[in-house]
């Protein structure tokens, strides 16, 4: 509440450094998010809070991903669904891969779905992770341009509360949370390492 971005920032770096990213996301990023969250829903303000908190919060994962690039190639996509601006999470997700030794390539927020489907045919990923926060961007279409790309992807994540189960389409899964979007996409890496093994 005072807005004290060194305090915040200190705090989440030495979460960090002790536990990891996903203990960071689940004992600590992830509550204070949903608190602030609930706060503003009840109260209407908090904005700039929100704001100073998520700036902090994307500052300490970027910090945490450069810290362990992983080498080989980026076989993980990670994108935000077209118009959503929450990219908190998918950041958590870059770090956790990072930390993991997964290697992967971050769109970012608000990415339309012709220049997602237009990255899947360039860099032919194994693995696409759209991420949806709320119901206004959690379109299944842009799941379904993903499936019928010419280079379609051995996995398509949809992640995030927005999308809604049984509006997916077929072959598409929904990692509940962190933990398992990260188990999952080591697993593809580890099925595609084996496979160019055989
Ligand atoms: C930070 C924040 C912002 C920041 C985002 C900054 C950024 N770079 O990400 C900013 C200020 C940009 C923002 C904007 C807006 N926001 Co906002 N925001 C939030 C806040 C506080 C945290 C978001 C977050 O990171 N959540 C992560 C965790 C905390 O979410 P969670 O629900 O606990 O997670 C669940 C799952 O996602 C899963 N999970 C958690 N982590 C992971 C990770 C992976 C990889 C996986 C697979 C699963 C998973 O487990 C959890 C249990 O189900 C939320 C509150 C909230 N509860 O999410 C509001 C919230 C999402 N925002 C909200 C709103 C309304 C908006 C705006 C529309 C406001 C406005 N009028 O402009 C815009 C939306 C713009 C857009 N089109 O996208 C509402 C959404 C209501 C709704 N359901 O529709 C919320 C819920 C706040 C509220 N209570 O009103 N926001």
Redesign the pocket.
């Known amino acids: 509440m005072r807005l004290d971005a060194a305090a915040i920032s200190e705090t989440i770096a030495h979460t960090l450094a002790a536990g990891g990213v996903i203990a960071t ?1 689940e004992g600590l990023l ?1 509550p204070v ?2 608190g ?3 706060r ?2 009840a109260t209407a303000g908090l ?1 700039e809070v ?2 100073l ?2 700036r902090c919060v ?1 500052e300490a994962l970027t910090a945490a991903s450069r810290a362990k690039v992983p080498t080989g190639p980026a076989r993980i996509l990670l994108s935000c669904a077209d ?8 950041e ?2 870059a770090a956790a891969l990072a930390e993991a030794g997964v290697s992967y390539r971050m769109l970012g ?1 608000r990415v339309p779905v012709a220049a997602l489907v237009e990255a899947v045919n360039r860099t032919g990923p194994a693995a696409v ?1 759209l991420w949806s ?5 959690a379109d299944p279409a842009q799941l379904s341009a993903v499936l019928a790309a010419p280079r379609r992807p051995l996995l398509v994540l949809a ?3 927005g999308w809604r189960a049984d509006t997916l389409p077929a072959g598409v899964v929904r ?4 933990a ?2 990260v188990s999952l996409a080591v697993a593809v890496r580890d099925s595609l390492d084996q496979s160019r093994r055989d």
């Open positions: 996301w992830r998010l949903a602030i969250g609930e503003h829903a904005i929100e704001h908190m998520s994307s118009e959503e601006q929450h990219t908190l999470p998918l958590a997700l927020a992770v926060h709320t119901r206004a961007t992640a995030g509360p990692p509940v949370d962190l398992e979007a």
